[in-house]
């Protein structure tokens, strides 16, 4: 949600050939014998201008007649899939089953929705994350949409981060961009899947100085989800110092919500410099502010 | 059409756990990486009573989004599929994938949908009716829908006849039964991708006696569809004296439309005895008195 927040704000000051949205594929599931990738159709709806205003995803005004039905079939009536948005999912699945890759597959999608801006999963690999809570080992979507991100979670892991290659284009558009911004998504569930992937964080140590980072706490709470719960349950320090941590090395900045800068970099090496800025997105003309300060601070530090 | 049409009759008559459909997978066909079997979930919507009043293909009252989307991805605008039709693609299509025989999933998805009645493809293996025409080969629905039957039908071959073992049930549905019905389909790419799988003709033959078929011409002319064209083109003869030679051996009687048992028998060794009902079926109550006229006068000759 915050990353497509943000990327509407983006897509508005950065010229469409210049954008390049690295995409976190660790949600992708297996729903009814589809590969449903939420993350990446989210980018892409939201790039496209049909994803619906509030909710992070699917596709504006769909219908859920397929699903309806599909539950006399399968018995996850918890994870909904409209009738537009499974057409793309039928595509991708189609075309992963011919052997495509799916960020060639991912590029199509794109393009039939119009999308000028170029989209990358991070991998094409098969990476999943899984959340170790207190009930056992849940994949995302059941942590997340099943069990609504209400089980204690102990431990993060990235299910085949070993051998999950980079996307053809990943690490030249971390390494070659002008900036990077790393959005305020959730760092073990969003960010920490696309870090994962062997040579990301090498990539963004090298582009580190260059590199700007959006805190996804506002007053130690996340905007939505259950990051907060997370950082606690896992040991992690309170606030914006825990994401100061965990982008330790890999962002010159983290921007960070007025008097959220409090007690950051204590002892921290290599922690980014935080820097207070109005970060919460009302609309698409706060994410378009956002978007501008977070770009200046990189182009006023170089 | 016809067939879905008399069972709806036949519904009426015969009890629920007495009545086994043997179907047609002929046209069988891939279309957005789903397993399309439009003859079996034909008979399964009309036995649960969701089939359209008029439409010879699936649910009452489906919409066509996910469709309308797909045709951003696909070249098949001519290829209609619902959006609760496409919930039991997916799940035969997923469930294929998982190794289970088309047979057991069209039980479970006529469970599904309440079916009480035992609904068989004629094979679980692969069996594809092609159409050879001046156009060259098209598969089954290429001919029929893209092409509206229009091509001039040179010969139907059965790709994979060889190879179709009769689905588990299938053979013992026809030796095993009271009566066997054949339904006023077209015989050639309806009824005969059933008789093309291995031991169907005999097991017919078998039956012969308690066999009875009702023709899909009156008047010479096919109620719907591209059958008197076919029979044209490939050389048989007109009217009913055709259904009643491709039907040697296997029926003991054709049921007619009264003034269509003319020139019958001539000649033909073990054609069936040709019989003389109002075989128009305008709706139910009239699909109804034909099952019950089919199945008194095979009792009546027994």
Known sequence: ??????????????????????????????????HVSPDLDTIVYTLAGVAPP??????????????????????????QLGDRDLATNLYRTDQLRRGRPLSAITRSIADRFGVAQRVL???????????????????????????????????????????AEPAPGVLRAITGADIVVIAPSNPFV???PILAVRGVRAALRAARARTVAISPLIGGRAVKGPLAQMLASMGHPRGSRAIA???????????????????????ER??????????????????????RFALGHVRRAA
């Open 1 to 34: 949600m915050g990353a497509a927040r943000l990327l509407r704000g983006l897509a508005r000051v950065v010229p469409a050939d210049k954008l390049t949205v690295v995409v976190n594929t660790g949600d992708d599931e297996e729903f009814f014998g589809l």
């Open 54 to 79: 509030a909710r992070g995803w699917g596709v504006r005004g769909d219908t859920f007649h397929a699903k309806t039905a599909l539950d006399r079939f399968y018995d996850t009536p918890w994870f």
């Open 121 to 163: 999963p991070a991998t094409d690999g098969r990476l999943r994350t899984i959340i170790e809570t207190s009930e056992g080992a849940l994949p995302f979507q059941h942590y997340l949409v099943r069990r609504r991100g209400r089980p204690r979670v102990v431990a993060v892991r990235y299910r085949g981060a070993r051998s």
């Open 190 to 192: 969003s960010i920490g």
């Open 245 to 267: 941590r965990l982008y330790a090395g890999l962002a010159a900045t983290l921007i960070v919500s007025p008097g959220d800068a409090g007690g950051a970099r204590e002892g």
């Open 270 to 291: 290599d922690a980014p410099e935080m820097v207070e800025h109005d970060i919460l997105m009302r609309d698409t003309a706060s994410a378009e502010r956002i978007a």
